[in-house]
């Protein structure tokens, strides 16, 4: 008997190990709660996520600027990467536009600024490939720091403005493969601006498979919602383009020649100089992925019933991209559209994503070649149909009847992408909206409160409730927001406005600090001149509702000695009833 607790500590270890690693690969927890008669939707989610992604995949590689077959490698990887490792069941992780604009942006960005080969194709996937794994490394030292809560900063006023832009640049971006015209230059007015120029030279083949592939993709789901309208779009434009000879007789650009297998596993080097020039924006990409990922997992997640861990999406989104630029691919993140036919399929678990992962090797192994005829027309086609339901949204429009302050933070998020650049846009957003947090906290509510009728020892702000009564002789102000560092001398100020706005001046000014649970040095060495200035004009102070933390820090400052023990209350109505008990009156 004397050995059974090691025997059973020794069956405890492994089911412990379990556990951790459960914590990071969470596929060896629940799919031992797999159920059968899961299988049937999940294949079903997984063939119809196929046929959204596979096309999607190859359209977002040229809104990067790499070849199509990049698209589909990064798909192998972060198809299988997150089924194991992601914590939503719905949540279809890969290439999407946003991603792929900012990898475009930010890689043109350093590499003009860092290498003499600022035009060679490989110079610029090289870089590409260094992004995708600093942008890795910024998740993973993220997930290692638990830093899941750090999306609460980047407010969704900014992300639906910045998304919005975003639909906008990339949508532009695409209208020169439409018309089979030259890539204009600049932001994206001025390349609205170049196209418009070009129409006179547009290769009308092309526009007229470009409009067709549009109208087909518009209408299909309309026949029918099952309908894989952008598999059924993409291999029929193969088809028709092979049959007339589209690149060769009328001068259409197609893909061309992919490669065909399975990607291998390459690292290519580029200067140090390089890699810290894509710390920064490799940053903003990480906020704006990983925002949009978690919305998106968090809104199913609700739905459905279950929780998303919100650190363990951060490695989850760490070792899809890290392993996506060692194998050719492209910047992984959650897509909204794709989660939503997923999840409108009927997928109950990641299964579905492994599905759609053994197609998509299906599709590198042996459909390939088919491609090579493929019109860019309808690779533009297919991302123009995949961002204009964010146009539709009309998210701006309702944001101006529901905040207008805010709507300003989107509308400059959206004005720079589509004025300036898409990490630039994204980084003045968010600064504006950090500013406008900072201003609000620096000018907090101050209350003056006063008795409510009917309910003994209660008190309530008197502006918004003038049924309330003021106490004679009696000043009490309730501070509604911390007191700290950068709104104390605004507190300052705004007592003594209160206090001489009382006619007749006050006997005793209560402070209701209810709101605050820690205080800076700042703000106690300004509650300590309130103190002194309030007593030298003949007041008598109280402090309300001090919370441990703040009392516990008060003999380290000496504002306890200066106030004394007798006039730190608990309530409001402490301080009136010794107010009223030594009224001489």
């Given amino acids: 008997m004397a050995d059974v607790p090691t025997v059973g500590t020794a069956v405890g270890r492994p089911s412990a190990v379990r556990e951790r690693v459960g914590g990071y690969v969470p596929i060896l927890s629940w799919s031992r709660q797999y159920q059968r008669d899961w299988w049937g939707r999940d294949a079903v989610a997984g063939l119809t996520l196929w046929g959204l992604v596979v096309p999607e995949a190859m359209a977002y590689a040229g809104i990067a600027g790499l070849p199509p077959q990049a698209g589909l490698y990064t798909l192998v990887v972060s198809m299988l990467v997150y089924a194991l490792m992601g914590t939503s069941r719905h949540l279809s992780v890969g290439p999407t536009s946003a991603t792929a604009a900012l990898l475009a942006s930010s890689v043109s960005t350093a590499v003009i600024t860092t290498t003499a080969d600022a035009d060679d194709p490989g110079t610029y996937a090289a870089s590409a490939a260094a992004f995708v794994l600093v942008t890795g490394l910024v998740f993973l030292v993220a997930g290692l720091l638990r830093l899941g809560f750090i999306t609460q900063f980047l407010s969704k006023p900014v992300m639906d403005g910045f998304v919005v832009g975003l639909a906008v640049f990339v949508a532009v971006g695409q209208l020169n493969k439409l018309f089979g015209v030259p890539k204009p230059d600049g932001n994206t007015v001025q390349k609205l601006i170049g196209v418009i120029r070009e129409i006179p030279d547009a290769n009308w083949a092309a526009v007229a498979v470009g409009t067709g592939a549009l109208v087909l993709l518009f209408w299909l789901p309309r026949v029918s919602p099952r309908l894989p309208a952008g598999l059924l779009v993409l291999f029929g434009s193969i088809l028709v383009s092979g049959w007339l000879d589209l690149g060769g007789t009328h001068g259409v650009q197609v893909v061309g020649t992919l490669p065909q297998g399975l990607p291998s596993l390459t690292f290519t080097a580029v200067p140090v100089e390089t890699y810290l020039a894509m710390i920064l924006p490799a940053i903003g990409v990480f906020l704006v992925a990983y925002s949009e990922s978690l919305g998106v997992a968090h809104e199913f997640a609700d739905k459905h019933g279950y929780e998303v861990d919100a650190n363990q999406e951060l490695n989850a989104h760490a070792g899809a ?265």
């Avoid at 009728?453 to 409730?465: F, I, K, Q, V, W």
């Avoid at 507190?491 to 007749?504: G, H």
């Avoid at 600090?513 to 309030?534: C, K, P, S, Y």
Wanted: charge should be negative.
């Fill in 321 to 585: 991209n890290i392993i996506s630029s060692l194998f050719g691919g492209m910047l992984a993140a959650g897509s909204m559209s794709a989660s939503a036919v997923k999840e409108g399929a009927g997928a109950q678990t990641q299964v579905a994503n492994l599905v759609t992962w053994v197609a998509t090797l299906i599709t590198l192994l042996f459909l390939t070649p088919l491609f090579a005829t493929l019109p860019e027309a309808v690779l533009g086609a297919l991302i123009i149909h995949a961002v204009w339901h964010i146009l539709a949204s009309r998210k701006l429009r309702t944001l101006r009847h529901e905040s207008k302050t805010e709507f300003w933070f989107g509308l400059l998020a959206m004005l720079g992408v589509l004025l300036i650049d898409v990490l630039e846009g994204m980084i003045i957003g968010l600064v504006s909206s950090l500013v406008f947090m900072i201003y609000r906290s620096s000018r907090p509510y101050l209350a003056t409160v006063g008795r409510i009728p009917c309910a003994p020892g209660a008190y309530s702000d008197l502006e918004r409730h003038p049924e309330n009564a003021p106490v004679p002789g009696v000043l009490i102000l309730q501070l509604h927001a911390p007191l700290y560092y950068a709104n104390a001398l605004t507190v300052r100020d705004q007592v003594r406005e209160r206090v001489d706005a009382t006619q007749p001046p006050p006997r005793v000014l209560v402070l209701d600090l209810g709101a605050q649970d820690t205080i800076d040095l700042t703000a106690t060495n300004v509650l300590v001149a309130i103190i002194r200035e309030m007593r030298a004009r003949g007041i008598e102070v109280y402090l309300s509702d001090i919370h441990a933390p703040v009392l516990a820090f008060g003999p380290f400052t000496g504002v306890l000695d200066i106030i004394g023990d007798d006039h730190v209350v608990p309530a409001i109505d402490l301080a009136v009833q010794r107010t009223e008990s030594t009224d001489p009156r």
